[in-house]
């Protein structure tokens, strides 16, 4: 089969690859499907560091064969959505119910000498536990947003976002614009802080209630206005750095949350004043990875029809077009660009 690894920074091509023998609790996938997301892009443009690299962790395609030992009910031709776990069910936290943050849990080289999830490739071998059945009305492009949606979906979940809520989302990238689909569809009034104006006009077209420039106006001031002089109840750090989080901070109401979803580089830190936490009783917390109930939630989302998510797919290339899909990703129009298999 053929798999797209990065021999370097800046580099991608396409090689020939023999895939290991499937074990028994293993699911062979024919990949149809893969997206581009901003942790390609770091490899690609030298931000992250290891290689060669494999990249690809958003995956849609086709089960080819089933081992004998999984024991889901899935079968050859069933459409799927492919999300690396590695999680052991054994450690603290995996008993705890926390199993993103499973102590045993590690890399596997799905492409055999090379680094990295693996899913730019014509087929990928999954554990049982890792492959979730979709809906056949699905099409392959929106089902690799069941990774982005299953992150984000926890990062609703440990907000604890409630209807009637005002929710502050600093940045109106894919994730920015999926974390206001979801707290919209919990009932909240979503503010959107974006500084630029093309996302802020599409901002408001995937539904946010106000959008906001944290460069040219006060957001402090618009923030206060909009809720009364109250504050937001939530607020979700998806881009921006340090003045994004800074922001996001003195948005919130009494007893307010702010989750912090998106990365953050080494000039990030930011100070605190312990009488936020004391005299407004806030809380400031974050979210990494998903967690397989988060992605069972994804995979039911993915057929609701009064999901936008379609519009989040702004553009599709072949196999033999990724470079090209890198290069697209980087652009301001750009939420999610989709390698198909099969263009």
Not at 139 to 158: D, K, Q, W, Y
Not at 217 to 234: N, P, Y
Not at 279 to 288: A, D, H, N, P, Q
Request: glycine content about 10%; hydrophobic content about 40%.
């Amino acid at each position: 089969m053929r798999a797209a690894i990065m021999p370097e920074a800046g580099k991608i091509e396409l090689i020939d690859v023999t895939l290991p023998d499937m074990m028994e609790d293993e699911v062979l996938v024919d990949v149809k499907a893969v997206g581009i997301c901003t942790f390609e892009q770091g490899f690609y443009y030298g931000k992250s560091g290891g290689f060669p690299f494999a990249g690809g962790h958003e995956i849609c395609g086709v089960v080819e064969k089933v081992g004998s030992s999984v024991a889901q009910d899935l079968k050859p031709g069933d459409k799927v959505i492919v999300l690396s776990l590695t999680r052991c069910g054994e450690c603290y936290y995996c008993r705890k119910g926390y199993d993103n943050q499973c102590e045993n849990a590690k890399d596997v080289q799905k492409i055999p000498g090379v680094d990295g999830p693996g899913g730019f490739a014509e087929k990928f071998i999954a554990k049982g536990y890792e492959v979730f059945k979709i809906d056949e009305s699905v099409p392959f492009e929106r089902g690799i947003l069941a990774e982005p949606l299953a992150c984000v979906t926890h990062s609703m979940n440990v907000s604890g976002i409630n209807t009637g809520d005002y929710a502050l989302i600093c940045g109106g990238g894919a994730m920015g614009i999926i974390h206001l689909l979801l707290a919209k569809q919990r009932g909240a009034k979503v503010i959107v802080s974006e500084p630029t104006k093309e996302r802020r006009e599409k901002a408001f077209e995937f539904g946010a209630d106000y959008v906001v420039d944290p460069i040219n106006e006060d957001l402090q001031a618009e923030i206060m206005k909009i809720t009364d002089g109250r504050g937001v109840e939530k607020a979700f750090f998806t881009a921006g750095g340090k003045v994004a989080i800074e922001g996001a901070v003195q948005a919130l109401a009494i007893r307010g949350t702010l989750v912090i979803y998106g990365g953050t580089g080494a000039n990030d830190e930011f100070m605190v004043n312990p009488k936020w936490f004391h005299y407004k009783e806030i809380t400031i917390t974050g979210v990494t990875k998903h967690t397989k109930e988060t992605i069972r939630v994804a995979a039911e989302l993915l057929s609701l029809k009064e999901l936008p998510l379609d519009h989040l797919i702004t553009s599709t290339f072949s196999f033999e077009e990724i470079e090209a899909a890198l290069i697209e990703a980087r652009q301001i129009s750009s939420y999610r660009p989709v390698v198909l298999m099969d263009k």
